[in-house]
């Protein structure tokens, strides 16, 4: 056994073995870290681990049957002991592997300074996660990219103390995308997590990279590869560690899942995702699609949380974009999908945001609703839509000081989103901050040109501040929005334009058969007919609206209090109804302590 040891020793097979293992593992730690960069499958990495197993075999054999002489290469039963070579490559070998352990080292040093273990999450006090690239051949896997990305928005929102830029915001950089420190000013956060997924032969690899805001350096990042139908493991497994890594600490146990609040189904995913992206467009043909996409889902997956307070927010909120159905039917509903929502999912701050809009401008108890927009952004307090939603009942109830701050607050999380940018422009023109609101608006239709309601809102506060020439430029410019039915509304207005009264007349019928079919709101009538000063016909739109909960009715921007309409003594009486007078005598508290109001 001692010969046997001498032999290896003289032959250099341990020198030989060391020095490959050495170079090997820098090898491998090179190809891991610029694997994800090239777009690298995950089967050819296993096989270059394998390669280098097999190497090592090789190498050392070779090293013990083959040696170098000043004649060449020569098996070592052929060679002279004395004219051997053996002992100074002996020596080279050290060398070799003094400098790998040297670069080992290096390697060492670097990795714990930018680890994930050892990033401080104070360094990290806010980030933007980008919507990953599909990397995949086909090039159809969008959808799942945008989903592991909303994943990780979804986990990083639940870190204490963490901003999270929002999903509007973040994903507005789909197609453009400048660098990463121009999106971290735009954002204003102080690192950008962007990543891809590939997907080939049933695989999946999703890589992920930490970039600082700052200089755009990558501070850490992770690859995980898997099979495509264990993306929800994958997702639950990136977010982890992603989490691990801004938090600075470690989590043995993986997280347990919440019973409805996540799908097994692609197709369930896929048209969830679906109805998201149509939802965030705000417009009536989105909307239609936006609902069509949720119901898809439902059929697919019935116990699918998410898809429920979806479609519930997307019935809700279509009343201030196309009636798709009688408000009774359309609340109610949205009401059942909300609770079934919450059962599945105590969690779902949503499907609270959407029952508090329903107590708000349907039902109209408006300590209840309060009650319920408030917890759902206890449950998630970085969700900017359920902070919108919240700033909608504070300017509804005329406290538009605290509408302003949290309205304020849904902008500053998503600044590129269009919605947000037209509640704070709506908050602003209830204070008289016109110039404010109209710049609002115009930065809301810089981000959706598309978006009517901010269309709507920038037209109303021409007509309400004089400005007829902007107004009039503005419903004939090329690039306006409006429906029809926006603009059928608008040309029935005094102030709009100089037609006789034969055609105003004529605009005002071609509302009337709108409202009679279901097809605008009757508060919309209600108050072309009291800004003409037609007493009568605005009372009884009135009646109407407030028979079938027209939710426009509650909204400050058509009707503030009945004291606003002096001349119009039936408009007042018809504003007089039990939960308006709460909704009015709260309006006019708030006008006490200088919140401000609409019509002076």
Excluded: C
């Amino acid at each position: 056994m001692d010969n046997f040891l001498k032999e290896l020793k003289r032959r250099n097979v341990v020198q030989v073995g060391l020095a490959y293992v050495a170079i090997a593992w820098l090898i491998i730690q090179v190809v891991a870290n610029i694997g994800p960069m090239l777009g690298l499958p995950p089967w050819l990495f296993k096989v270059f681990l394998g390669l280098l197993a097999a190497g090592l075999l090789i190498t050392l054999v070779l090293s013990w049957v083959y040696e170098f002489t000043s004649q060449g290469i020569r098996r070592t039963e052929e060679v002279d002991r004395d004219a051997s070579l053996h002992p100074v490559d002996g020596r080279k070998l050290d060398f070799v592997i003094i400098g790998a352990l040297l670069l080992a080292l290096v390697y060492f040093v670097w990795e714990s300074r930018f680890s994930p273990a050892e990033l401080p999450v104070n360094e990290v006090e806010s980030v933007a996660v980008l919507p990953f690239q599909d990397l995949s051949e086909a090039g159809d896997q969008q959808y799942l990219a945008d989903g592991i990305a909303e994943e990780l928005i979804n986990a990083l929102s639940g870190i204490p103390g963490m901003k999270v830029a929002g999903r509007s915001s973040s994903f507005s950089f789909r197609n453009a995308k400048p660098d990463v420190p121009v999106i971290a000013s735009t954002l204003h956060v102080t690192h950008v997590l962007e990543g891809s997924v590939r997907t080939s032969g049933g695989q999946l690899r999703v890589s992920a990279q930490l970039v600082n805001g700052a200089d755009g350096f990558q501070v850490w990042s992770k690859v995980f590869d898997g099979r495509l139908e264990d993306v929800f493991h994958v997702q639950d497994e990136l977010s982890r560690l992603v989490v691990n890594a801004l938090q600075s600490k470690r989590v043995t146990s993986e997280p347990e899942p919440i019973p409805g609040a996540r799908t097994t189904s692609m197709g369930t995913y896929n048209a969830y995702l679906l109805g998201r992206f149509e939802l965030a467009k705000r417009t009536e043909a989105s909307i239609r699609l936006a609902v069509a996409h949720f119901r898809e889902a439902l059929l697919q997956d019935p116990e699918y949380a998410p898809a429920y307070s979806g479609l519930a927010k997307t019935l809700v909120m279509s009343p201030y974009y196309v009636q798709l159905a009688a408000p009774k039917e359309l609340f109610a509903e949205a009401g059942e999908l909300a609770q079934r929502a919450i059962e599945l999912d105590a969690a779902n701050s949503e499907a609270y945001s959407v029952l508090g809009t329903i107590s708000m401008v349907f039902e109209r108890n408006w300590q209840v609703a309060e009650q319920q927009l408030k917890h759902s952004v206890v449950i998630h307090s970085s969700d900017a839509g359920n902070l919108n939603l919240f700033g909608d009942y504070l300017y509804n109830v005329g406290n538009f000081v605290a509408a302003l701050d949290i309205e304020g607050q849904a902008a500053e999380l998503e600044p590129l989103s269009a919605v947000n940018q037209h509640e704070l422009a709506i908050v602003n023109y209830f204070l008289g901050r016109y110039d404010e609101a109209i710049a609002l608006e115009k930065l809301a239709l810089l981000l959706n040109s598309h978006f009517s309601s901010a269309w709507n809102t920038l037209a109303r506060i021409y007509l309400h501040t004089g400005r007829e020439d902007d107004l009039r430029q503005l419903l004939v410019s090329p690039e306006t929005r409006f429906s029809p039915h926006f603009q059928l509304w608008f040309d029935a207005l005094p102030g709009v334009h100089l037609d006789n009264a034969a055609v105003i007349e004529k605009k005002i019928a071609g509302l009337v058969g709108l409202a009679e079919r279901g097809e605008i709101p009757p508060t919309n009538l209600a108050y072309v007919y009291a800004v003409w000063g037609d007493d009568v016909q605005a009372a009884e739109w009135i009646s109407r609206a407030y028979a079938s909960h027209d939710p426009i009715l509650v909204s400050p921007a058509y009707f503030f209090l009945p004291e606003d309409w002096p001349d119009l003594p039936l408009t007042r009486s018809a504003l007089e109804q039990p939960d308006l007078s709460e909704l009015f005598q709260l309006r006019r508290q708030f006008i006490t302590s200088g919140s401000g109001r609409v019509r002076n």
